[in-house]
């Protein structure tokens, strides 16, 4: 809040702003949007269902509707997963594909969810303009979903992909077959 107040005010005097100062405004901006992300999916008011594996159609209806050519497969053998896993794949789709709309210059991207007899694996891939040598920039977003996935005692591979775009890829444990 103070780096919004302290460009604010420089901006409202004429002022060069510094651009460590346009970092922080940044930074905060985006340490705010993710805190209140959490804290939605936290919140039990029992008047919101939380999301999870059901709600990821919607997820990828709206990104076509938003002009995003996204297509959604499933694979293996479907079967209950645990809560806390299906609210985590939920979270990791949007937030790839929010990345993709946001800073991505593609066109097209697919979201793959495999069940597995011990796991849960999403990956989520897009034809931007990532190169293979590029080194993702970790943004609260990846952060984000290193630590749900860390706590549920999975994996995740986020990076560039040999063919140029992006892949997000997460192994989530679900205890074991059902």
């Known amino acids: 809040m103070q780096a919004e107040v302290a460009v604010h005010l420089a901006r409202k005097r004429g002022e060069e702003v510094p651009e460590a100062l ?23 008011d029992g008047e919101r269902v939380p999301r999870g594996l059901d709600h990821v159609p919607e997820l990828v209806r709206r990104a076509r509707a938003a002009g995003l050519d996204t297509t959604l497969t499933i694979g293996g053998h479907r079967h209950d997963v645990p809560a806390a896993v299906g609210r985590t794949a939920y979270r990791i789709v949007q937030e790839s594909i ?25 990956q989520v ?10 080194v993702p920039t970790p943004g609260v977003g990846l952060l984000g ?3 749900r996935v860390a706590a549920l005692g999975g994996r995740l591979r986020v990076g ?12 989530l444990p679900t205890g074991g077959s059902p």
């Open 125 to 134: 891939d897009d034809d931007g303009g990532a190169l293979p040598t590029g």
């Open 98 to 122: 929010t990345n993709v709309t946001r800073h991505a210059t593609a066109t097209t991207a697919s979201v793959r969810i495999d069940y597995r007899p011990d796991a849960l694996a999403i």
């Open 22 to 44: 346009l970092a922080i405004r940044t930074a905060g901006r985006e340490a705010t949007r993710e805190l209140r992300a959490t804290l939605e999916v936290l919140r039990d």
């Open 160 to 171: 560039p992909r040999g063919d140029g775009g992006f892949t997000v890829h997460a192994e």
């Open 145 to 147: 979903m290193r630590e």
